[in-house]
T-cell receptor
Framework: NAGVTQTPKFQVLKTGQSMTLQCAQD?????MYWYRQDPGMGLRLIYYSASEGTTDKGEVPNGYNVSRLNKREFSLRLESAAPSQTSVYFC????????????FGPGTRLTVT | SQQGEEDPQALSIQEGENATMNCSYKTSINNLQWYRQNSGRGLVHLILIRSNEREKHSGRLRVTLDTSKKSSSLLITASRAADTASYFCATAMQGGSEKLVFGKGTKLTVNP
């Protein structure tokens, strides 16, 4: 099992460009999450999906959109990238939310110039 | 805003020593989890302690939870160089939605 996979690993964007970060899990988990991590900070939740077909905002949703394409896949879209979105993005999944541990992907390092 | 706050922010010890990290939080929780992050990697779950538990062990890890003080501690015994990483606590709030709230982490360096 691959666990949680993320693509791409690295990306450089110019201000105003758009892109989609992809995440997939093969553990049949119901819940999936997108976080961002900035230097010296913990993880901040951007969006999460408690089950297929549902999505909810986290702590820092502005400037992002998400799609829970199916049970396996949860994508994060930046419509018009800004330098403030320079960060490392992590996708995670769990069996059913806060009662259970989360499994993390390796991260996408995004730089917006 | 972050629910959990780890203390200290950074800790440097010698191999073989014990490492203790603390986490304080603000609101009632359902459970508290500890995660490890090696440099440049994703987080890895270490241990989960429920609000009705006071202590839990896993290998060289010992976690305590004091809900009256809203605090938890993670003890790593007989540390190894491979334990060098950042450690985060994450809280699942009572009555909250399906999410965890992470602290800013403790950066542990174990010197050989």
């Amino acid at each position: 099992n691959a666990g949680v996979t993320q693509t791409p690993k690295f990306q450089v964007l110019k201000t105003g460009q758009s892109m989609t970060l992809q995440c997939a899990q093969d553990m049949n988990h119901n819940s999936m999450y997108w976080y961002r991590q900035d230097p010296g900070m913990g993880l901040r939740l951007i969006y999460y999906s408690a089950s297929e077909g549902t999505t909810d905002k986290g702590e820092v949703p502005n400037g992002y959109n998400v799609s829970r394409l199916n049970k396996r896949e949860f994508s994060l879209r930046l419509e018009s990238a800004a330098p403030s979105q320079t960060s490392v993005y992590f996708c995670a999944s769990s069996e059913r939310g806060r009662q259970y541990e989360q499994y993390f992907g390796p991260g996408t390092r995004l730089t917006v110039t | 805003s972050q629910q959990g706050e780890e203390d200290p922010q950074a800790l440097s010890i010698q191999e073989g020593e014990n490492a203790t990290m603390n986490c304080s939080y603000k609101t009632s929780i359902n459970n508290l989890q500890w995660y490890r992050q090696n440099s440049g990697r994703g987080l890895v779950h270490l241990i989960l302690i429920r609000s009705n538990e006071r202590e839990k062990h896993s290998g060289r890890l010992r976690v305590t939870l004091d809900t009256s003080k809203k605090s938890s501690s993670l003890l790593i015994t007989a540390s190894r160089a491979a334990d060098t990483a950042s450690y985060f606590c994450a809280t699942a709030m009572q009555g909250g939605s399906e999410k965890l709230v992470f602290g800013k982490g403790t950066k542990l360096t174990v010197n050989p």
